[in-house]
């Protein structure tokens, strides 16, 4: 089960799981990028099935929910992606706006995860998987009500963890923390900046964050994973000087997210759709700039065997020595 299937990362995580043969329920709202996502997954070798949900609605949610039971059987893996945000100073965002953001990408999480919950907890069994940021640890200048929503999903997943252990449920959650990625939301969320928004680079391509996401669906015993080297030195950098980035993100955090291009208009989803009739795919309009390698992914997802073998090296290296002696 991925929301926010139509675009971006979620449509590459579906593309991902279609090459493993799942049966993949997707929802979002518009229905051309919806169906092109499911014709997607049939191509790379599963079955997707198209559920049109607006997540800030938890009727919508716990309806199609229990459609996709009912349809294609019990949900194991729930993948919360979908999201929407307005570019620009707080001060320039209406409380409308501000309100609908909230709902979409914090609430849309909640909701969720608590239909999961309701479906996965008596079967004690199966995986959440919450697509986060490096944003939900380390905001940034003009995106408020966007990392304002993370760092609220953060703190509600780690609450909604703890209550899973306490209970000695079998049901796990996991979140994946990514870095700036090529999506097509920089051209259809709100932007009231005078340039085009863009990704603070380095910039990785969604389908980085899918394997990610699909790792993670398939390991949620960890409770985080981070993607990216960027990732990893900002959330680091976090922990050890706030302050300082504070003043570095002041000095460089507005011109690093615009282009030198005019922004783009006529194009929002955040109160309708903006793919109903157009398919924006997965990739924004970096592909030149982005990057399809982490080599800090590959070392997160091995970091046992990795670990493991540093200790064996050390032990080897320790009982030569002696031997020596």
Request: hydrophobic share 40%; proline share 6%; glycine share 10%.
């Amino acid at each position: 089960m991925v929301t926010g299937a139509s675009g971006g990362v979620g449509r590459a995580v579906v593309r991902e799981l279609g090459k493993q043969g799942a049966k993949v329920a997707l929802l979002a709202r518009g229905t051309t990028g919806l169906g092109a996502a499911a014709v997607d997954v049939g191509a790379a070798g599963g079955v997707g099935q198209v559920y049109e949900t607006d997540m800030a609605d938890y009727e919508q949610v716990r309806d199609a929910a229990e459609r996709i039971e009912t349809e294609m059987g019990p949900i194991s893996v729930w993948i919360n992606t979908a999201f929407s945000t307005v570019f620009a100073r707080f001060t320039d965002i209406s409380p409308a706006e501000y309100e609908r953001t909230t709902q979409v990408t914090y609430l849309g999480y909640v909701w969720g995860t608590k239909v999961a919950l309701d479906l996965m907890g008596p079967r004690n069994q199966g995986a959440i998987v919450q697509v986060g940021s490096a944003l939900a640890q380390r905001s940034i200048p003009l995106q408020s009500a966007y990392c304002g929503a993370k760092h609220a999903i953060q703190g509600f997943t780690e609450s909604v963890r703890t209550e899973l252990m306490a209970d000695g449920s079998n049901v796990k959650i996991t979140v994946v923390q990514l870095p700036a990625v090529n999506t097509p939301q920089f051209e259809w969320v709100l932007s009231k900046l005078r340039k085009h928004p863009q990704p603070v680079p380095p910039i990785y391509q969604p389908e980085v964050a899918a394997r990610a996401v699909v790792f993670a669906a398939e390991h949620p015993e960890r409770k985080e994973y981070w993607v990216g080297g960027m990732t990893a030195a900002t959330l680091m950098a976090q922990r050890v000087a706030p302050a300082l980035v504070d003043r570095y993100l002041a000095r460089t955090g507005v011109q690093s997210q615009q282009t030198d291009e005019k922004p783009p208009s006529g194009v929002s989803n955040l109160w309708e759709p903006a793919d109903d009739d157009t398919d924006y795919g997965a990739h924004g309009t970096f592909d030149r700039r982005s990057t399809m390698r982490s080599p800090q992914l590959w070392l997160s997802q091995h970091r046992r065997p990795i670990l493991l073998g540093l200790a064996g090296g050390a032990a080897a290296g320790a009982l030569a020595l002696l031997r020596r002696r």
